[in-house]
């Protein structure tokens, strides 16, 4: 069974910065692209950046380019997002998955079986 657990988020004002981080549990890890998602009050979940198994591959979605890093450690089988110069447009909730298929990518939701709870993100204008 894996298991996706968020952390890092929280209020922080327009042009500030949070480092999301998304521990996961179970094995093989190392072999699966993982994403970042958000979801805003009365809005789709959208994607927001993904990573490749080995994290040579990364992707984002327009709104957030030049301003999100997406990186991972599986080492330590965890996943990162940096954000940066936050808007009050990037509040949401964030969630990290899991592809559902070893060694391959996708923007699309439906392509991750595996989704962590959520860690609120409010940018205060």
């Known amino acids: 069974q894996v298991q996706l657990v968020e952390s890092g988020g929280g209020l922080v004002q327009a042009g500030g910065s949070l480092r999301l981080s998304c521990a996961a549990s179970?094995?093989?890890?190392?072999?699966?692209?993982m994403g970042w998602f958000r979801q805003a009050p009365g809005k789709e979940r959208e994607f927001v950046a993904a990573?490749?198994?080995?994290?040579?591959?990364?992707s984002y979605a327009d709104s957030v380019k030049g301003r999100f890093t997406i990186s991972r450690d599986n080492a330590k089988n965890t996943l990162y997002l940096q954000m940066s110069t936050l808007k009050p447009e990037d509040t949401a909730v964030y969630y990290c998955?899991?592809?559902?298929?070893?060694?391959?990518?996708?923007?699309?939701?439906?392509?991750?079986?595996?989704w962590g709870q959520g860690t609120q993100v409010t940018v205060s204008s």
């Open positions: 998955a899991r592809n559902r298929r070893a060694y391959s990518e996708t923007k699309i939701p439906g392509g991750y079986d595996y």
């Open positions: 179970g094995r093989a890890f190392s072999i699966y692209s």
């Open positions: 990573i490749s198994w080995s994290g040579g591959s990364t």
